[in-house]
């Protein structure tokens, strides 16, 4: 019989484990997807990332986020995948490494990238190595998500709901006007 | 033996996918490649929001995290329908050939 010690050590190796497994899944995952020529290969690939995260999502102790990522990988794969090969357009005509956009787009992403990283550096410079919580905090339930996001970010739901509602019109506006 | 995962870990592997994704934005020449590249950077964002919830304690990241998802799948479901239309219309993809939405 494992004692409580050895248990908790287990459990560390197995988050460790699991963390640097879905970590490297997830980079590839990415990577291949970003890569891919085909759209339609791409939006193959896409669930690998999502689903790496979404089980890093459920050792933080956040299923309902690891669902929500689910799904959205599911609508991803099938939506997706079924527009690529319908649409029949499909290969890149250039190589994918060149980067042929126009110049202000390419300083736009220069200086984006550069910003990210200096606020990384920020960030790693005053949480170096800082340790996560135990996972026997209390559970994080659909209740307690739903206050939270009624009592504290409620202007912010609203304006979510209206710019989801403004999405929706948009979309049946196009489709309306040159039918699918 | 594998390092123990650190907070700093996870917001270092948001981050990779982050950056990532804005390379496929700023090099793809494929609507919708262009998108799934968006959709790259928005798992990473979620991913940060999750371990920072983790790492503060609290439950507002998660919140976040959802409604994150959630405009993510809109934003999906616009592009797909703009790059439906912008094949009906020119035949292509390229996202340099769309002069529709210029100002």
New interface residues.
Partial sequence: MPTAASRYRYA?SM???I??GC?AL??VG??A??G??R?AR??AV?PL??GA?AA??VV???P??AA??VV?GL??TG??WW??TS?G??Q???S???????GG??RF?VT??AL?MLE?AW??RH???????EVD?PP?GLS??TV??VA??AT??LL?VV??VA??A??LL??RR?P? | MLPEPTFNSYLLLGAVLCVIGAGGVFARRNLLTVLLSVEVMIVGVVLTLVAADRYLGRIDGQVVGLWVIALSAGQLALGLVIAWLCVRRQHSLDPDEVTDLRW
Avoid: Y
Wanted: net charge negative.
């Fill in positions: 560390q988050e460790t484990w963390f640097w970590a997830a980079v990415a990577l997807t970003v891919q020529a759209p791409a939006f896409m990332p999502v995260v890093l999502c933080l102790n956040a309902l986020v929500a990522l959205l609508a991803l939506v997706g527009v690529a649409l357009v499909l890149e005509r250039s994918p490494a060149v980067i042929d956009s126009a787009a390419r992403g984006l990238v990210l990384l960030v790693f949480i170096r190595g800082a340790s996560l919580r905090a994080m307690a998500m939270t996001a504290d970010h912010t739901a979510l710019l989801l999405i929706g948009g979309a196009l489709t040159d699918i």
